[in-house]
């Protein structure tokens, strides 16, 4: 998984504060969704459960993990928040790294899910929001490749 692991340069971590590293076979042909979203932004608040919902329904039958890129002011926010997410999320300590991946991935606003192929790291979806929010609720199309 060197595509999306190149992204993150080690500071992913999980809910123990493990260190991922996402060469481990585990992570081989997962989708990727990188969630940008901050406890102060009322919709990112209002799109968390429902994102929680859809990952603990579908996340092992679609092969899915999502990293949570915070864009809280504080520490104390992004732990609290982080408190009610069940995946991965990224180091808050890197907030130049954190910004230059929302550039890359053409993040303006929040919430934002984008999907990425964790073994390339190429983009599938940019909108993942909107398809999970109204479009396609039960994953049926997931992960919403462009071309769908």
């Known amino acids: 998984m060197a595509g999306v692991a190149k ?16 060469n481990n076979p585990k992570y081989k042909g997962k989708i990727i969704g ?3 979203s901050a406890y102060w ?8 459960p429902t ?10 039958e679609k092969n ?3 990293i949570f890129l915070s864009s809280d002011h504080d520490e104390q926010s992004f732990d609290d928040y982080y408190k ?3 995946w991965l999320k990224y180091d808050y300590k890197e907030r130049k790294k954190k910004e230059r991946l929302a550039k890359k ?12 192929d964790g073994d390339s790291g190429d983009v599938i979806c940019s909108d993942a929001i909107d398809q999970i929010h ?5 994953g049926k199309y997931f992960p919403w490749k462009k071309d769908k």
């Not at 992204?7 to 996402?22: A, P």
């Not at 109204?134 to 039960?138: I, K």
């Open 34 to 36: 990188l969630y940008f």
């Open 64 to 66: 899915f993990e999502v």
């Open 134 to 138: 109204d479009e396609d609720r039960e």
């Open 7 to 22: 992204y993150f340069e080690g500071h992913v971590y999980n809910k123990f504060n493990e260190q991922i590293d996402f």
């Open 105 to 116: 991935f053409k993040v303006t606003g929040i919430p934002a899910l984008v999907l990425v």
């Open 84 to 86: 009610k997410m069940p």
């Open 51 to 60: 994102l929680t919902d859809f990952y603990k329904t579908y996340g092992k």
């Open 41 to 48: 932004c009322s919709p990112c608040c209002g799109f968390t």
